[in-house]
Structures are given as structure tokens and as C-alpha cells.
């Protein structure tokens, strides 16, 4: 059970007057046997322009009832120093402008950001720091909503004061008291100089005085006004004070249904939840009612801003945990429900390889993609290929990026993989040779265009693979070279001829090198059908076989210039090579 302490002052100047930017919760005012002063708004750009006035600065929202009937009349001031006892202006004049509604039943016509123009019975945009507003034949129980605008933005106050007419406002909507039902509420009437105090209770029917309730702090728990009279040591009345006490019904609400969200991430048990799917099964008319949420039940009963949550909330529990959903409306004390959110789990789908290897050779052969569920658990779930198939196990014989979603058939949650298919091949590939009389010829390897694998090399023998496509220092001689797919697809095996060309030969008869041949033909195994000479321009010279000396220089007996040569080899192989010379005088 919650207490409620409320205290009042003897003297009007005790109370605090505050004032509302919005008109959804107005202030209460009312003019009553002496001038009431406010404070005015600052900060507050306002909402536009409302009838008469072009702009509403710093708007501040009250509202008035009406006590006895007839005409009323209000003077509205505003000052920077606020106001004397006398009523009179302190520090600086201010601009003070209003717009006046009425007569209303009650004050829904609140709940939307401003009253119908049609209904405004009195407005006034002047630069004037003194307005006048009348109420032509008032009604007792009417009220009437006043907007006060602050133009020129400065503190200060504002005093209402009722200059003349023969109704009136009524004051006790300033001293009502709200409690929320069951709440025990504290009266509090300390009175200077007052040793006995005399307490009143009208439940709307009838006046009892209280017994046994001579003090300052009544405890209460029904609704109605109390009344008490301070008295002093020699048993005077001194100022007589009224309390309404006003029970409001805590909001009726119902206990709502668990919210289920499938885990964003498999096997974390986090999920992302909309709060607000929650609200229409908590209070069904939730356009009339506020919903805000709490890690704990505590922290929704006091409103603890350390512990409110968005709407948009991820568990910080895994799979399972309880929030707390406060709710009220405007004419109702909040209530707070607890709400579940429980995380489903996303299928555990199997990893395997990301990527997937699919040799050419084997065309139209297939390989299999699997889902990752189980045999056994298969029956349990639903499957979705990016190429459309429907089953847990797929054959295909393309390259691609497959993608396939699982989906569990009784929660609905889902987890999707990938899996990438390159194409692989058996190598295709032609030679580079650097041949030269030396120990140091090469032989690079040039992979051709439609090669798709990742290849590694080997010379002679099928072992030991090298990642560089590069052999050198070789003699003279032929080569066995393979080139091996390191994704499995097979290896290929082709053969190169290195014969130790010349690069040049000095024919002046000295018997040492007076003679271009082959060096490889004494060195390895090479079956030549001829060798041409050309010089450089394309006429043929010479064409001698593997085992004759030779080409001595001469083209019809006659020596050639020192110069290029060129030459073509066809071996029995069928192997074509060419190439060019120096010779040198």
C-alpha cells in the first residue's frame, strides 16, 4: 500500500503555480478573493499560429471552472520582477498575448494539440504587457481553456486577476488531491501557533466531524473534502483549510502472450523484439493509453530512467527472459504486467568447405551440396536453393555461388548458408626457353588463358612440385615437365627440348669455333629432321643436318658479313623452334 503526503500552506503565497506547454495537461487556475500570480514559460518555440495569433512562444496551457454563474472579467499582466502584495508589476513590462476556448463539459478536448478555432470566445495579439479577456454569461460547472504566450521570451510572471463581473471562478480545483485507489494519503495542515485541529469529512452526502483527530497530519484512505480548523492556545479559528481528495482506478489490463522471436545468430539465444507487438493484448484501446518498458518490476513501479528500455529491445538474457510493461492513460494510475520474450533457436546447420571444387574433365558428371541436417532430422525441416531446389541434397555441375535456407517447420526460424563451386581444370600450358651453349638455360612455363586451376610444377620426375613455373640452370637436353592442379583435377605432362644454341661462332679458320651447330645434339637424345640459316632479311642461306659440322659461315663459298642470323629447327617431334645468332669477325 503506497502513502501519499500533501502539503498545504495557510497563506496563498505558499502554493506553487505551474504551468504546462501542452494542452494536453493543462494547469488549473481561478481568480478567487485576491490576485493569483504564475510563472511564465521560457525555451519553448511553440506549435504556429492559432486564430488571432500569429505565433505562440512559450505557450503555457491552464484551464478555469466556473463556480457561480454570469459575466467574468480578467485582467492578464506580465512582468519580469513578478508582483507586489499590492498586485503591482515588479522589474520590466513584458508582451503577454492569449487566446481564450469555451465553454467545455470537461477537458477532452485537450487530448489533441490545440481546441477548435470555432470555440475561441477571445484573443489578442497585441504588443500590450496588459490583456483583457471576458467570459459573456458562464454557467457553473463549464471550464474554460486559456492560452498564455510569453513573445518576448524573458522569465518573469504572470498575474490573472478577475477585475469584475458577477460570476466566479472555483478555487478548490486547486486544492483537489490525487491518489491512485488503495493508497493511504497524508494530510498535512501544520499551522503556526495552532495547538488543535478540527477535521471534517464530507463523503458528497452528509458532514461528520472527525473524532480522535486532533493533529496536524490526518491519515486518510477515502475520497471526499476534509476540512480543518486550526485552533489556537485560546481556542480561536484560525485559517480554515479544504482538501478533495480524488481516488483515480489503476488501468485494467490483461497479461499478455510471450513474445517469440527467432535468434539472430545460432546458438547465441539473442533476438531482436518489438515491444510494441505486446501493447493491444495488454490494454486492446492502446491509442488511449502510454506504454513504456523496464528490465524489472521495481524500476516500472517507480519510473527508475536508468532502467527503461526502447521499444526496439535485444534480450540481454539469453533465450529467456521477463521485462515489465507499465501502462496508463490520462484518466487512470498506471499498471505494470510482466512480459516474456523467448528466443527460438535457429537450425544448426552442419558446417562444411565454404568452396567446392568442379573439374571440367568431369563434365556432365555432378558433385553433391548438402544442407548440413542430418539424416535422421531431416523430416523436421524445410530446405530452399538459391537454384531453386527443395531438397536437402543437390547435385550440380556449375560453377556458382549456392545458397541454400533451412527452415524449421514447427518454429518457423531459419538459417541460411553458402557454398562457392569453382571450376577446375587439367592444365594447358606452352613453353618459354632461354638456350644458350651454356649450363644455364631455362625453361619457363606459360599457362594458357582457358587454364582455371591453381597449379604447381615438376621437371623430369612427378615429385617434388615447385609453386614458380620457373627451371633454370639446365643443360643442353630434352625435359619431361608437369604441371600438377592443386585442387585435385589431375596433371598434365608434356616435353621440351633444350639443344644448346649458339648465340654466336667466329668463322676465321683458327679451329676454335669456326663452325654454328647444335651443343645439345652430342648431350641428349634429340631427333632433328633439318636446320635452316636465313639471314635478316628472310633469304635462306644454309640448311645443314644434326651430325654435320655445321654452318662455316660462307653462302656459295663466299664468307658472310659479320651480323644476325636466324633459324628454324623442325624436330621429328614435330616440336618447331626458332631463334637467331650472331656471327662475328
Known amino acids: 500500500m503506497k502513502r501519499v503526503v500533501i502539503y498545504v500552506c495557510l497563506i496563498i503565497s505558499c502554493f506553487t503555480y505551474a504551468q504546462s506547454p501542452n494542452c494536453s495537461s493543462p494547469e488549473p487556475f481561478c481568480a478567487g478573493d485576491s490576485s493569483l ?69 470537461n477537458l477532452d478536448v485537450c487530448e489533441v494539440n490545440t481546441p477548435p478555432t470555432n470555440d475561441i470566445i477571445a484573443c489578442s495579439y497585441s504588443p500590450s504587457a496588459t490583456e483583457f479577456a471576458s467570459i459573456s454569461n458562464a454557467q457553473t460547472g463549464e471550464y474554460y481553456i486559456m492560452l498564455i504566450t510569453n513573445f518576448e521570451g524573458v522569465p518573469g510572471s504572470i498575474l490573472l486577476n478577475q ?16 491518489a491512485c485507489e488503495n493508497e493511504v494519503v497524508n494530510l498535512d495542515a501544520t499551522t503556526n501557533e495552532a495547538v488543535n485541529y478540527v477535521w471534517e469529512f464530507n463523503n458528497g452526502n452528509s458532514t461528520i466531524e472527525l473524532e480522535n483527530s486532533n493533529t496536524p497530519v490526518l491519515e486518510v484512505n477515502q475520497e471526499g473534502v476534509y476540512t480543518v480548523t486550526p485552533q489556537d492556545n485560546l481556542g480561536n479559528d484560525l485559517t480554515t483549510q479544504e482538501f478533495n481528495l480524488v481516488y483515480t482506478p489503476y488501468i485494467q489490463i490483461n497479461e499478455p502472450s510471450a513474445l517469440v522471436e527467432c535468434e539472430t545468430e545460432p546458438e547465441l539465444g539473442l533476438a531482436e523484439f518489438n515491444l510494441q507487438e505486446a501493447n493491444q493484448s495488454i490494454f486492446s484501446i492502446n491509442d488511449e493509453a502510454s506504454f513504456s518498458y523496464y528490465l524489472t518490476e521495481e524500476a516500472a513501479i517507480n519510473e527508475n530512467a536508468e532502467e527503461l528500455i526502447s521499444s526496439t529491445f535485444t534480450n540481454t538474457q539469453a533465450y529467456n527472459q521477463t521485462i515489465y510493461v507499465r501502462v496508463k492513460t490520462s484518466s487512470t494510475c498506471a499498471s505494470v504486467i510482466a512480459l516474456d520474450l523467448k528466443v527460438t533457436s535457429t537450425p544448426n546447420i552442419q558446417s562444411e568447405d565454404d568452396t567446392l571444387i568442379y573439374c571440367q574433365e568431369d563434365f556432365p558428371e555432378t558433385i553433391q551440396l548438402d544442407a548440413g541436417i542430418p539424416l535422421d532430422e531431416q523430416e523436421d525441416y524445410s530446405f530452399s536453393w538459391s537454384n531453386g531446389e527443395i531438397t536437402p541434397v543437390i547435385a550440380i555441375n556449375q560453377a556458382g555461388i549456392y545458397t541454400v535456407t533451412v527452415t524449421n517447420n514447427l518454429s518457423g526460424c531459419s538459417s541460411s548458408k553458402s ?55 639446365l643443360a643442353p637436353g630434352i625435359y619431361d615437365v608437369f604441371v600438377r592442379d592443386k585442387n585435385g583435377c589431375g596433371t598434365q605432362k608434356d616435353s621440351v627440348a633444350i639443344l644448346g644454341v649458339k648465340d654466336f661462332f667466329t668463322p676465321n679458320n683458327d679451329g676454335i669455333n669456326d663452325f654454328w651447330q647444335l651443343e645439345g645434339i652430342v648431350k641428349a637424345d634429340i631427333r632433328i629432321d633439318y636446320i635452316q640459316v636465313f639471314n635478316r632479311y628472310g633469304k635462306h642461306i644454309t640448311s645443314f643436318s644434326q651430325n654435320s659440322k655445321g654452318w662455316d659461315g660462307t653462302y656459295k663459298g663466299k664468307p658472310m658479313p659479320a651480323n644476325d642470323y636466324w633459324y628454324v629447327i623442325q624436330l621429328q617431334s614435330g616440336q618447331i623452334l626458332k631463334g637467331n645468332f650472331t656471327l662475328k669477325r
Do not use: K
Open 37 to 105: 500570480v504564475f510563472s511564465n514559460t521560457t525555451g519553448n518555440n511553440g506549435f504556429g499560429a492559432v486564430d488571432c495569433l500569429s505565433s505562440t512562444p512559450n505557450p503555457a496551457w491552464f484551464y478555469i471552472q466556473i463556480d457561480e454563474p454570469g459575466n467574468l472579467n480578467f485582467e492578464i499582466i506580465q512582468s519580469s520582477g513578478g508582483f507586489d502584495d499590492n498586485g503591482n508589476p515588479i522589474g520590466a513590462l513584458l508582451d503577454v498575448d492569449f487566446a481564450l476556448w469555451g465553454p467545455y463539459e
Open 419 to 473: 557454398q562457392e563451386v569453382i571450376e577446375s581444370n587439367i592444365a594447358s600450358f606452352s613453353f618459354e626457353i632461354e638456350d644458350t651453349t651454356q649450363e644455364n638455360n631455362s625453361i619457363s612455363i606459360i599457362l594458357a588463358a582457358e587454364s582455371l586451376g591453381n597449379y604447381e610444377y615438376a621437371l623430369d620426375y612427378a615429385f617434388d612440385f615447385q609453386d614458380e613455373p620457373l627451371f633454370e640452370n
Open 163 to 178: 477585475n469584475s463581473g458577477s460570476g466566479a471562478t472555483d478555487c478548490s480545483i486547486l486544492n483537489v488531491i490525487e
